[in-house]
């Protein structure tokens, strides 16, 4: 079971860039990586997502070191509305039973 | 797209009360999840469809929890009776298998149900 070990909390300061990792020693080969963002009183909304190297969009990136034993969620320059929790997945969706939320990452953007 | 829809938004009821909470995935997609998510337990997998068809409800807490999707676009999580510690946010999420096997799952607002 590929669970997923994340920092309970960490605090930032507007306009810095925030990097959040994620620790899944038993990771399968067919799993991939997930990241989500929640904001109080919402449903989660999937973030990036990668299964080797590194991955970028328009929001963030995701570096995997080559052993996938572990990733960081990069925010560059946070602002007050990257307040959130985030949370790392690590999965195959032919098993979605293994998807485990965990407790995530509160992020706090200060100002 | 109006996204995953679901209803109702808020519902408080009494202990001992059938509860019914309504979903709608987007259009298309094959995959079917409902989470219910706690401050003590956090974010946790109920049940999900696939097509339709039950995959895996080992995360179904109890026998009164009981889940059903007659077509694509429609799926209902049923607890009867409900008790006081089943007072949750639940979340139905859907997504579409992509070519390779990530996942990328799209999540209703959620229901937040209150049992007195």
């Known amino acids: 079971l590929a669970k997923t070990t994340q920092p309970i909390s960490m605090d930032s300061y507007e306009g810095q860039e925030v990097n959040i990792t994620c620790s899944h020693n038993n990771i399968a080969t067919n799993d991939y990586i997930t990241w989500y963002q929640q904001f109080p009183s919402q449903g989660p909304r999937f973030i990036i997502q990668g299964y080797k190297t590194k991955v970028t969009n328009e929001v963030a990136s995701l570096f995997i070191p080559a052993d996938r034993k572990s990733s960081t969620l990069s925010l560059p320059r946070v602002s007050l509305s990257d307040t959130a929790v985030y949370y790392c997945l690590v999965g195959d969706i032919s098993l979605a039973n293994n998807l485990f939320f965990g407790t995530g990452t509160r992020l706090t953007v200060i100002p | 797209d109006a996204g995953v829809i679901q209803s109702p938004r808020h519902e408080v009821t009494e202990m001992g009360q059938e509860v019914t909470l309504r979903c709608k995935p987007i259009s298309g997609h094959d995959y079917l999840f409902w989470y219910r998510q706690t401050m003590m337990r956090g974010l946790e997998l109920l049940i999900y469809?696939?097509?339709?068809?039950?995959?895996?409800d080992s995360g179904m807490p109890e026998d009164r929890f009981s889940a059903k999707m007659p077509n694509a676009s429609f799926s209902t999580l049923k607890i009867q009776p409900s008790e006081p510690r089943d007072s949750a946010v639940y979340f139905c999420a859907s997504s579409l298998r992509t070519g390779g096997q990530g996942i990328e799952q799209f999540f209703g607002p959620g229901t937040r149900l209150t049992v007195l």
């Open positions: 469809f696939n097509n339709n068809v039950p995959i895996d």
